[in-house]
């Protein structure tokens, strides 16, 4: 919820409201900055009587058409949609070119890049944990501290791809290490000089965040033992 701004959480609230007649709280696997996309967002709360199908319709004829609900879990008592969380996985997307269909949905980027540097440089990322150079400034967060799994760059025809895995990200992280590996693309930045600014835990140092636009939340993946049988 925002004291300044619209947000998902703020309909999915109402909706909620509206449908059961009575003030429901959620909570989120975690906040995406503003522009941020979400295919898959995991979402808890406490109801008192049984989540049906029928609520996922009716919750979707009441929620805007940019908000949608796909599915729900029954989980333990103590289960927490962002605590619990033991992967989250990202997917940044660039178009090579121009096309109207996917506006405020990818970075449209036509300058040549050699992903096979980047690749090389994204490989770097998994050799370390403290992302400090990576994130915004003036976080509230006890630590800087990530384990990645896998970060990789693709391409198919005029689109590339980066997906990026970890237990947890810090706040900006994904667009930075975007907006910090295209240099690398490009021939200005170097795979070394990409290791020394993660080494050098200062954001002054990395490239400027990738656009929002861009950037999805695509997988967030829980342990068995939180789900109801």
Same mark, same amino acid.
């Given at each position: ?70 599915? $729900? ?70 630590? $800087? ?48 000089? $990409? ?35």
């Amino acid at each position: 919820m925002q004291q300044n701004a619209h947000s998902v959480q703020q309909e999915l609230e109402n909706a909620l409201k509206m449908l059961f007649g009575k003030t429901i709280e959620t909570t989120a696997s975690g906040r995406t900055d503003t522009g941020v996309h979400a295919e898959q967002q995991i979402v808890h709360f406490d109801l008192d009587t049984e989540f049906t199908d029928n609520h996922i319709f009716k919750l979707n004829c009441i929620l805007p058409k940019d908000v949608a609900v796909k599915d $729900f879990f029954p989980v333990q008592k103590d289960a927490h949609a962002r605590f619990d969380a033991t992967s989250r996985m990202y997917e940044y997307r660039i178009s090579r070119v121009k096309n109207p269909f996917l506006i405020d949905n990818v970075y449209f980027f036509d300058r040549p890049l050699d992903l096979n540097k980047m690749n090389e440089a994204a490989t770097a990322l998994l050799h370390h944990r403290d992302f400090e150079a990576l994130s915004k400034v003036h976080t509230d967060v006890k630590n $800087f501290l990530c384990d990645i799994h896998f970060a990789h760059w693709k391409e198919k025809n005029n689109m590339i791809f980066f997906e990026i895995e970890a237990n947890r990200f810090l706040r900006g992280m994904v667009r930075t290490i975007v907006g910090s590996l295209l240099p690398v693309g490009m021939g200005k930045l170097s795979v070394e000089e $990409f290791e020394k600014i993660l080494l050098s835990k200062d954001r002054r140092k990395a490239g400027a965040a990738a656009p929002a636009e861009g950037l999805f939340l695509t997988r967030i993946q829980y342990p068995d033992r939180i789900y109801l049988e």
